[in-house]
């Protein structure tokens, strides 16, 4: 039984391997992003996904067997933290049971959580700008973080010692109990995601990724800046912006790099602010794509995959992100179009998409069979392509994402 599970990790490994490289698989590989779907259907709420590991395990696990992708995500990385998220009275998202309801996913709730005037506090010392301003923003439980001296000059026994006392104010103390509480519950969720990927390995199912990164000017404006404040910067304070990016790139760069240590050399990496609609293509090339393919091609360089998920429609940029290493990334797109993508793209990057969740979610099973062909049929014509849904498949019904699988596995044969 053990080989048998090997052999399917390794078949499947290959497979997918095969067509990052441009090279003709045995066939189209193919796999999601399970969202809150298998909490949907196999008996558990989102709420009870998000806080108990064991329930979340034997949820996940019934998916993959049922629909066994050739490639699982990891529900650990975004899906079972409430326990962390609830200790630290998180506030930059809505999540099951805290602001939706008990069988919802999440919601970001957007901000300016940095200033337009503290650009130079985040470029001077980037550390203390994230716990004494950014964190008691962020996190309710975290605002007597805010009221902490900086400690940057604690260097010897006489210069800064006396700033310890401002650790002992009663507030402060909560904080750090708080900080406690979260760390405990993120261990039970490291200990659930280790337990997870032992298991899928063990029945033969390889990750898609071992860590996630993402554009720098993505980080500054989904998180920092906001959309409205980011985008306005392009206009009003360029050139601290682009001094920020700089800042943010080498901690995404070691962000994606952990994949490699972890054993698994995939990188995700969400897109989300350098799409057609947010930025005129000047823009693109002068903010959002200089930091982000020096990522990519470092990432490249660092011995890793990285599976860049073009979220939304990047149709018009198609030329200008062709400029990777060839046979080296995954291009998953949401709206992009897929038969452009593949005249410009084919011979340059992976390709891997774009079932529309519109149509897994109110279309018929032959329908979604019929697109399914097309895409074989053209963007998978001569390899370089991954079947997947344009996003997370949380509301795609189960026969319509059943007949995307057994159609993938029984026409996407090349030999």
């Known amino acids: 039984m053990a080989n048998d599970a090997t052999a399917l990790f390794q078949t499947r490994e290959k497979r997918v391997n095969d067509a990052v490289e441009l090279k003709v698989p045995d066939r189209v590989p193919i796999m999601v992003i399970s969202g809150f779907y298998p909490a949907f259907h196999y008996g558990i709420t989102c709420q009870e996904a998000m806080y108990e590991p064991d329930k979340a395990i034997a949820a996940w696990s019934r998916f993959v067997l049922d629909f066994e992708p050739d490639m699982i995500d990891n529900p650990f990385a975004t899906r079972v933290i409430g326990g962390p998220l609830e200790a630290l009275d998180y506030r930059q998202l809505k999540w099951a049971g805290h602001g939706v309801g008990v069988n919802d996913s999440y919601q970001f709730v957007e901000g300016e959580y940095m200033k337009p005037d503290e650009y130079e506090e985040l470029l001077s010392d980037p550390s203390d700008f994230l716990m004494r301003r950014y964190w008691p923003r962020i996190s309710g439980a975290l605002e007597p973080l805010a009221k902490l001296p900086p400690f940057r000059d604690m260097i010897s026994y006489y210069m800064g010692i006396g700033k310890l006392a401002a650790l002992d104010a009663p507030d402060v103390r909560s904080a750090f109990d708080a900080l406690l509480r979260a760390a405990a519950a993120a261990s039970r969720m490291a200990d659930g995601a280790r337990r997870w990927a032992l298991q899928s390995r063990e029945l033969g199912f390889p990750a898609q990724a071992g860590a996630l990164s993402q554009a720098p000017f993505d980080t500054l404006s989904d998180f920092l800046r906001g959309t409205q404040g980011a985008m306005l910067d392009m206009f009003r ?179």
């Open 237 to 415: 304070r360029p050139d601290k912006l682009l001094a920020a990016l700089e800042k943010l790139y080498p901690v995404m760069l070691e962000a994606g790099l952990a994949a490699k240590a972890r054993g698994v050399p995939r990188v995700f990496m969400p897109l989300h602010k350098g799409l057609d609609g947010f930025m005129s293509p000047a823009q693109f090339e002068k903010f959002y794509w200089p930091t982000l393919k020096r990522l990519i091609e470092d990432l490249i360089a660092g011995g890793c995959t990285p599976n860049v998920f073009w979220e939304g429609d990047v149709t018009s940029r198609l030329e200008t992100i062709a400029d990777i290493p060839r046979g080296k990334a995954i291009y998953s797109f949401e709206r992009t179009d897929m038969f452009r993508a593949k005249e410009v793209l084919g011979g340059v990057v992976c390709l891997k998409g774009n079932v529309p969740l519109s149509m897994l979610m109110t279309e018929t099973p032959d329908a979604v069979k019929a697109y399914c062909r097309k895409l074989i049929d053209v963007v998978g014509k001569d390899g370089g392509f991954i079947m997947d849904a344009s996003a997370v498949v949380d509301d795609a019904r189960p026969e319509n994402l059943r007949a995307m699988f057994e159609f993938t596995k029984e026409y996407g044969v090349y030999r």
